[in-house]
Nanobody, 119 residues
Framework: VQLQASGGGLVQAGGSLRLSCTAS?????????????MEWYRQAPGKQREWVAR???????EYADAVKDRFTISRDPDKNAAYLKMNVIYPEDTAVYYC?????????WGQGTQVTVSS
């Protein structure tokens, strides 16, 4: 499975962005991926990568406290895609954002998309 993240860019504090993560690969891999959670992580300059949000095939999404009530994760199984809608963005949200999933018990990461927030 290959994950392609996109949608990052430069945004003013208080603005919004929508990140996308699109998966490609074999039919069996994509089918397995649909049964697993899709997640977003981020890594700010000089900091460790941190978990941001998670969405399962069913049930409620989960969020890190730092983004709760501002970010919304969603997925479209038919498009093999996951999204992260970022609202009321803060300068501390500046980071490279990565999508992540598991396929047949192996982790897969997208290449990352840069989000830069100007104050």
């Amino acid at each position: 499975v290959q994950l392609q993240a996109s949608g990052g860019g430069l945004v003013q504090a208080g603005g919004s962005l929508r990140l996308s993560c699109t998966a490609s690969g074999s039919i069996s891999s994509l089918n397995n991926m649909r049964s697993n959670a899709m997640e977003w992580y981020r890594q700010a300059p000089g900091k460790q990568r941190e978990w941001v949000a998670r969405i399962f095939r069913t049930g409620p999404a989960e969020y890190a406290d730092a983004v709760k009530d501002r970010f919304t994760i969603s997925r479209d199984p038919d498009k093999n895609a996951a999204y992260l809608k970022m609202n009321v963005i803060y300068p501390e949200d500046t980071a490279v954002y990565y999508c992540h999933t598991m396929v047949f018990a192996s982790p897969y990461w997208g290449q990352g998309t840069q989000v830069t927030v100007s104050s």
